[in-house]
């Protein structure tokens, strides 16, 4: 519950004893730093802010409306899943509410930088605004109103001395100019994929496949990411040297949409190692070749010492292949 702003938590959250006091965060923040944990928040803006509108309606457009309308295109939803509400870039309470929690979280998490997100801003749903359809109408593009809620956002956070963090939606506009990045890909990084869609009466399943296998099992970025999948990837591949040194690192991912407590350390360990040690010591031996039978071993015992710690991390290979080190791989050891 952020102080210059209760209202967003007491009336947007699931419920009363789902809500963070400003002491629960100085805790869960100095847990993490005891144990080297850096918590950093996104408080992702203008999009997935359909809870805010329960505060303040005025400064959210498209908010509780069924996210793709009936017999209309996919480009002209509302949403890219349940749950609608953008902040409105040309309402001036948006930027007054915003700078609030901007400066509660600024104050409530000590790292140098804010992800300020930028994810999923979907046009359908500005254009349900009907002050944002004159603009339109009168000649003004979607671009030129993300443009305006950056720079009316951008440098506030800046002036706070922290670093601004956002996702390719904001990268990848012409408009707006944010050079250094942090890899984070749908296609390896992302923990949740592969474990089928959440949204009901799904036409993906329907006919029902010949065979069972292949496909994404109704997953946008399926199927499933192996720890080999993440290890094999070079996030600065293809890229010259210039641009590489704009790549900061990266990060995986896990959303909460089908994972909580209970599947937590199973969905991340020991898949997160695997990019753990690719961005830290490379993926590739000193003649080039990758490093997978030699990875594999260490983080098979990796994984062993996390499950001795109570960590539930998911299994990479049968018991009887650490007690046989090498024999488990497709290449005999001695050849």
Not at 130 to 147: H, R, V
Not at 173 to 180: E, G, H, L, S
Not at 239 to 256: C, D, I, M, Q, R
Not at 292 to 301: C, N, Q, T, V, W
Request: aromatic letters at 12%; hydrophobic letters at 35%.
């Amino acid at each position: 519950m952020l102080p210059s702003e209760p209202d967003l938590a007491a009336k947007g959250s699931y419920g009363s004893e789902m809500l963070y006091s400003p002491a629960d965060v100085a805790t869960i923040v100095r847990f993490g730093l005891d144990h080297g944990v850096r918590v950093l928040p996104e408080i992702d803006s203008p999009a997935h802010t359909g809870s805010w509108a329960v505060a303040y309606p005025d400064i959210v457009t498209c908010a509780n409306m069924f996210w793709w309308p009936a017999e209309s295109e996919w480009a002209d939803r509302l949403a890219s899943e349940p749950g609608t509400g953008q902040l409105n870039p040309l309402n001036p309470n948006t930027y007054q509410v915003l700078k609030n929690v901007i400066g509660d979280a600024v104050a409530l998490f000590p790292e140098p930088f804010y992800h300020a997100g930028g994810d999923e801003i979907i046009p359908g749903c500005w254009k349900a605004d009907p002050a944002i359809q004159s603009f339109l109408s009168e000649n003004g593009t979607l671009s030129q109103l993300l443009e305006k809620f950056v720079n009316s956002t951008f440098p506030y956070i800046v002036s706070l001395n922290r670093t601004v963090v956002y996702w390719e939606d904001i990268l990848l506009d012409a408009n707006v100019k944010v050079d250094p990045a942090i890899v984070s890909s749908s296609e390896f990084y992302y923990l949740d994929c592969g474990h089928g869609g959440f949204v009901g009466n799904d036409s993906q399943y329907d006919p029902p496949p010949t065979s069972g296998g292949g496909g994404n099992g109704g997953s946008w970025c399926g199927p499933f990411k192996t720890w080999q999948t993440i290890y094999n990837y070079d996030i600065a591949y293809g890229l010259t040297p210039a641009e590489t040194k704009l790549v900061l690192g990266g990060e995986v991912a896990l959303w909460s949409e089908q994972a909580d407590p209970t599947v937590l350390d199973v969905r991340i360990w020991p898949r997160a190692s695997a990019m753990a040690e690719t961005l830290w010591s490379g993926n590739r031996d000193e003649s080039g070749k990758k490093r997978y039978a030699e990875a594999m071993d260490r983080l098979h015992e990796w994984r062993h010492r996390m499950v001795n710690k109570g960590i539930k991390a998911e299994p990479l290979q049968p018991l009887w292949c650490i007690k046989n080190p090498g024999m488990c791989n497709t290449v005999h050891p001695s050849t």
